[in-house]
């Protein structure tokens, strides 16, 4: 059954009931990790405003500060990103051991990221730069083998006049919301599904208060563009391929269903100057080593600048977290949610004939104590050891107890393999 913690999914559920057990789901179910990329007009103030910082997450800058259209339109003027390189960005991607990169190809300023021909409002009309952001990384995604999907904002949109979210240049009572659906969005969604090669799926977000009726068009319109293209719970009313944690939010408990989570390496989305909270390398291995033993995949964000560089924490921590992958990989991509639960020392994934046990906190006397598993357990070995070699294991009635080294093999989290065939 489909049983979402409501503290985790909010306004974010979905997984249509016909999504269940669908097979065009099962790459994403394997690939477990993804790069969220946000990058636009935002990145230019980098949460500054006429000399002033602007709190909270960067590519909310033009709504928090209420910057009117007429002031912030012409940022893409200013924008050049000379240093954008699609090839490093996909390369960062497989190097952190990510199989999808999705992209804000429209974020909630409404600024397009490519070539629409529904507004001059994007990257090749509008900006000295002039490339096609998308089709660059489409074309390399092609090349070094990563699926590519798109966020887009579909209801919130500052600039468009009967886009929701902005009180400061439009009257919220005269705006056509159903008409800029029907004749903006929908046009758009178009665009992004026939022009850049198959799309793994699309991001949409902020539902607000989109109509059931809107939402399923939204859903049926990219099927019938891309069958297989999956749509993100957040295009609202509970419809979608999948469901979408809260931003940053991880469930307490595995959760029975198609979920994600996104969330930030620092704090902001979008590049914003001062923002240097950068979670620990360790941290972010341990929080996709929850997500994935809970049942969910990590889509992970980066922001880059506006000359198009990655920021340096994000790069080193995403390679670090590529170079865990590397040994332990196996105990990840394509694992299942494991059968212990709600232990705080470690978590667990498995797949048939195998269970893996992620170690966060190594005992001092090196000696692993679980409780009993359902079916015998035949042996045990790390997975970061080569050689395989078997560590000691006794079963009782209440549980398993495994011998291992005294000191942590991987201060990050250490993987035993426990194999019952
Ligand atoms: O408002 C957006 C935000 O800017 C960012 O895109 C995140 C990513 O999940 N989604 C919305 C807030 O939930």
Redesign the pocket.
């Known amino acids: 059954m489909n049983t979402l913690p409501p503290e985790a999914f909010a306004a974010?559920r979905g997984q249509r009931a016909e999504a269940i057990g669908d097979p065009r789901l099962d790459w994403w179910r394997a690939a477990k990790f993804g790069l969220?990329i946000?990058w636009g007009l935002y990145a230019i103030p980098a949460g500054e405003w006429k000399g002033e910082a602007i709190p909270g997450?960067g590519?909310?800058i033009m709504h928090r500060a209420r910057i009117p259209v007429a002031e912030y339109e012409p940022l893409a003027a200013q924008f050049n990103p000379v240093k954008f390189d699609a090839a490093e960005w996909v390369s960062l991607a497989k190097r952190a051991g990510q199989k999808y990169l999705v992209i804000?190809s429209k974020?909630?300023d409404g600024f397009c990221l490519y070539k629409s021909d529904l507004t001059r409002y994007n990257m090749v009309d509008s900006t000295p730069f002039g490339r096609d952001i998308l089709a660059e990384l489409a074309a390399e995604c092609a090349r070094q083998g990563i699926r590519l999907g798109f966020?887009y904002?579909q209801t919130?949109d500052w600039h468009h006049p009967d886009g929701d979210g902005n009180d400061w240049d439009y009257d919220e009572s005269k705006k056509d919301f159903g008409g800029y659906i029907e004749n903006y969005v929908k046009p758009q969604v178009t665009e992004l599904l026939t022009n850049y090669g198959p799309i793994c799926l699309i991001?949409f977000?902020?539902p607000k208060g989109i109509s059931e009726a809107q939402s399923r068009s939204l859903l049926d319109h990219v099927h019938q563009l891309q069958p297989d293209c999956l749509v993100c719970g957040?295009v609202g009313n509970a419809l979608g391929d999948y469901a979408?944690a809260?931003?940053n939010k991880i469930p307490s408990m595995a959760v029975d269903a198609d979920w994600e989570t996104?969330?930030?390496i620092n704090d902001t989305?979008?590049f914003k100057t001062d923002d240097h909270n950068w979670k620990s390398a360790t941290d972010l291995v341990r929080k996709l080593v929850d997500i994935v033993s809970k049942g969910g995949n990590y889509?992970l964000?980066i922001g880059p600048t506006a000359e198009g560089i990655i920021p340096q924490p994000s790069v080193e921590r995403l390679e670090a977290m590529g170079a865990w992958l590397d040994v332990n990989g196996e105990a990840i991509y394509g694992s299942k949610r494991g059968p212990i639960q709600g232990l705080p020392w470690c978590r667990t994934t498995r797949k048939p004939g195998h269970i893996y046990v992620h170690v966060f906190d190594w005992p001092a006397d090196g000696t692993i104590r679980l409780p009993a598993l359902d079916g015998p357990v035949t042996g045990a070995y790390l997975l970061g050891d080569p050689a395989r070699t078997a560590l000691p294991l006794s079963q009782q009635n209440d549980g398993l107890i495994i011998g291992g080294p005294a000191a942590a093999p991987d201060p990050v989290a250490s993987v035993i393999v426990l194999t019952s065939e």
């Open positions: 974010n969220f946000h997450i590519e909310w804000t974020h909630h966020y904002s919130q991001w977000d902020t957040r979408s809260g931003d996104p969330a930030t989305w979008g889509l964000n």
